[in-house]
Nanobody
Framework: QVQLAESGGGLVQAGGSLKLSCAASGRTFSRYAMGWFRQVPGKERVFVAGINWSGGRTLYADPVKGRFTISRDSAKNTVFLQMNSLKPEDTAVYYC????????????????????WGQGTQVTVSS
């Protein structure tokens, strides 16, 4: 298993930026794809962004394309989500997750493809 801990959330005005971090431990971090999901009360958790094991491929949900950037630093066992041009509709609890499988070539985007989840960090965007 891998243990994940998100941080970096907070309150920001529309148009502002935040950078989320996800620190990993417990298994070989560099062998797994990583993803970010978000969830608002009363709604299902949805995919936001993902990055494959090597960091060479990324995938973004349509609402965040051009605004969010996912990256990873294997030496620090950390995944990041840089969020720019934030909108009120980005308000949610953001979760990071690790892929079920090692060495996956493509970026997984379904919740069922991820095994381990962090506790989440709140992002609130005011208008």
């Amino acid at each position: 298993q891998v243990q994940l801990a998100e941080s970096g959330g907070g309150l920001v005005q529309a148009g502002g930026s935040l950078k989320l971090s996800c620190a990993a431990s417990g298994r070989t971090f560099s062998r797994y794809a990583m993803g970010w999901f978000r969830q608002v009360p009363g709604k299902e958790r949805v995919f936001v962004a993902g990055i494959n094991w090597s960091g060479g491929r990324t995938l973004y949900a349509d609402p965040v394309k051009g605004r969010f950037t996912i990256s990873r630093d294997s030496a620090k066992n950390t995944v990041f989500l840089q969020m720019n041009s934030l909108k009120p509709e980005d308000t949610a609890v953001y979760y990071c997750a690790a892929d079920v499988l090692m060495w996956r070539t493509e970026v997984p985007l379904r919740e069922q493809q991820y095994a381990d989840w962090g506790q989440g960090t709140q992002v609130t965007v005011s208008s």
